[in-house]
């Protein structure tokens, strides 16, 4: 037990990385219009580009609007469709980072809620499908069922920019903190995810989650909402960066806007050295509890 206690994680052996990265988050106004919700995109990724940006982040259906009777519709392969086209013309043009919030993918007869990140040269490095699909019900507040028109995904899916390594997950799962933790486990050092939080659940647990799991798991956390419509799904908005000490470094309001935050990871560095968590953890403890207990599964229904 004690050899497992005090053996030294290989967490405490991450790469010190110093460096910043500039990132924007692109909280944009999306509608029924594909054409115009790409050309937005486009517009913006430009801007912000000009305004310093190397990584650009989109929100989740930034192309569509979100709703489980709009998936089909909108649905496109990944890389070959025209979202995936403009996004990686917009990366090579603009020799930048583009995590392309998420689009409705459709592989054969199944359809995915699905994240694609291009690199500077426009080639698509990772493709996340989303794990936790969103189904929840609660009364005279949102009843949501992504899993009537959605497969979920899952693989966790990391990429790296230069030596900083980012895991992505989407909207929903930020729910799910053992996610959150295998990416640390696998050395991350930023989480991001495309979300759209709603009215009901984004003014308790939009922030609240952002910050926990960038102070569990001492990284930082970036989280992309669309902008706030006035019709349909209305999303929280406040898109948001979050320290690996869980303070909010910057936080949108709800209407369009870029976001702009340097993320400095040094600050990773630090926390880690001063609060050592991870070292610390008992897992002697922790893995009879977390592994597969069936009581704790009847209990939660
Ligand atoms: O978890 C929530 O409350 C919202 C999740 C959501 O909107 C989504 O997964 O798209």
């Known amino acids: 037990m004690f050899t497992r206690l005090f053996k030294p994680s290989r967490l405490c052996f991450s790469t010190m990385v110093n ?4 990132v ?6 999306v509608g029924r219009d594909r054409a115009i919700n790409l050309k937005n995109a486009v517009s913006k990724i430009a801007e912000a580009k000009n305004g310093g940006a190397e990584l650009v982040a989109l929100s989740e259906c930034f192309n569509s609007p979100y709703g489980v009777k709009f998936f089909e519709e909108y649905a496109e392969n990944i890389p070959d469709g025209p979202s995936c086209t403009l996004l990686s013309k917009a990366a090579k043009e603009h020799g930048i980072y583009i995590v392309g919030g998420t689009i409705p993918e459709r592989d054969n007869s199944k359809l995915y809620n699905t994240c694609t990140v291009w690199n500077p040269n426009g080639e698509l490095i ?6 936790h699909l969103f189904d929840i019900d609660i009364p005279g507040g949102i009843t949501f069922k992504e899993s009537e028109s959605l497969t979920a995904g899952s693989s966790l ?9 980012f895991g992505i997950g989407v909207c929903y799962d930020m729910r799910f903190e053992e996610l959150a933790k295998l990416y640390r486990q696998q050395n991350c050092d930023v989480l991001i995810y495309p979300g759209a939080f709603n009215m009901t659940t984004g003014p308790l647990h939009w922030e609240l989650l952002q910050r926990s799991r960038a102070v569990d798991n001492q990284v ?4 992309i909402s669309p902008a706030r419509a006035e019709k349909g799904y209305i999303a929280w908005g406040h898109s948001q960066v979050t320290n ?4 909010v470094l910057a936080k949108a309001g709800y209407n369009e806007e870029i976001l702009y935050c ?5 600050e990773c560095n630090e926390v880690r050295q001063q609060i050592p968590v991870f070292p610390q953890r008992r897992i002697d403890i922790y893995d009879t509890v977390l592994t597969n207990n069936p009581n704790v599964e009847k209990s939660a229904q």
């Open 157 to 165: 899916v990391t990429f790296n920019v230069d030596n900083v390594k």
């Open 244 to 247: 690996p000490w869980g303070k």
């Open 126 to 131: 990772a493709k996340y499908r989303k794990m």
């Open 220 to 223: 930082f956390v970036c989280a």
């Open 262 to 266: 340097d993320l400095n990871f040094q």
């Open 19 to 22: 460096r910043n990265i500039s």
């Open 24 to 29: 924007a988050l692109l909280q944009l106004n």
